[in-house]
């Protein structure tokens, strides 16, 4: 039986909203990460990774400048560079953390910028590869690292498109059900 789960879909199709719900009555028991998207003026300016365990998990945020966090990967039609240390530091030590610390352990997103972070890539898979559940959003993309993330014997994987949202709420419902998170609800 897979110990993680991860669920993938085109972008904006409301994974990371449908794992918050899941997650939020989970807060105290888990650890990890989160991709926050940031809009200035209701247009997405930057992206930033948070720690779990330091804020609480808002996937998308309205500010007024995004040049005020510390943590941003990437700021939008700046010709910025990717900030790689944020993986370095709070994605490595976030996972590390929860990995000691948590009953759980969010990974939101796994993509492609972090493919060019041994620590982190090697972080992810040793969270992966702990008696702990994982539950993420795996980008929908190919490449080497999350198709070997997609090929694990102990990850399920869950694609919004194909199944749509109301499906997958349920299939993860049951998901942590099964692995002792939620109370069972036949009637659900």
């Not at 993680?4 to 994974?15: A, D, E, P, V, W």
């Not at 330091?54 to 990437?74: C, G, T, W």
């Amino acid at each position: 039986m897979p110990n993680n789960l991860l669920i993938t879909g085109q972008i904006r199709s409301g994974k990371s909203t449908l794992l918050k719900s899941m997650i939020d009555p989970l807060k105290s028991m888990t650890g990890g990460y989160f991709v926050q998207r940031l809009f200035v003026q209701e247009e997405t300016r930057a992206f930033r990774l948070v720690d779990i365990a330091q804020e609480s998990y808002l996937p998308n945020r309205h500010v007024e400048d995004v040049k005020a966090f510390s943590d941003i990967i990437m700021i939008k039609g700046e010709g910025s560079p990717i900030n790689y240390e944020v993986f370095r530091t709070i994605g490595t030590s976030s996972l590390r953390s929860a990995g000691e610390k948590k009953q759980l352990i969010l990974m939101d997103e796994l993509g492609t910028m972090e493919t060019a972070v041994p620590e982190f890539k090697e972080a992810v898979t040793q969270a992966l590869d702990k008696d702990i559940t994982v539950l993420g959003v795996l980008k929908k993309k190919a490449n080497p690292f999350l198709d070997q993330i997609k090929a694990r014997p102990d990850v399920l994987v869950l694609d919004m498109d194909y199944w749509g949202p109301d499906r997958v709420r349920e299939e993860v419902r049951k998901f942590l059900a099964k692995n002792h998170y939620l109370e069972v609800n036949n009637d659900a």
